[in-house]
């Protein structure tokens, strides 16, 4: 059976691999703001389950009954607000 391919998203210098997916250089460390996310990336984005995320209060767009998609920007927005200095 062949291994699922990695989509990669590039700009800016910055690659990103498919959700949850690690290279040798380690997992994904940032999208672009303007990246629009299924819950599996923002996931491993932030090293935590899917469950985990949808407890967040994560701004989201509902595409269906149980389609979800996250903007990057509003992940980086929330990590702003739950800063601890």
Known sequence: ???P???TIE???I???A???LDSDGPVLAYPA??????AHVAAWLRVSERTVE???IPFALLGKRTKRYLAKDVLEYLAK???A
Do not use: Q
Request: hydrophobic residues 45%; positive net charge.
């Open 34 to 39: 303007e990246a629009i996310l299924e819950i």
């Open 1 to 3: 059976m062949n291994a």
């Open 82 to 84: 739950r800063r601890v």
């Open 5 to 7: 391919r990695a989509l």
């Open 11 to 13: 700009h800016g210098g």
């Open 55 to 57: 407890r967040l209060d």
């Open 15 to 17: 690659v990103a691999k």
């Open 19 to 21: 959700p949850g997916e």
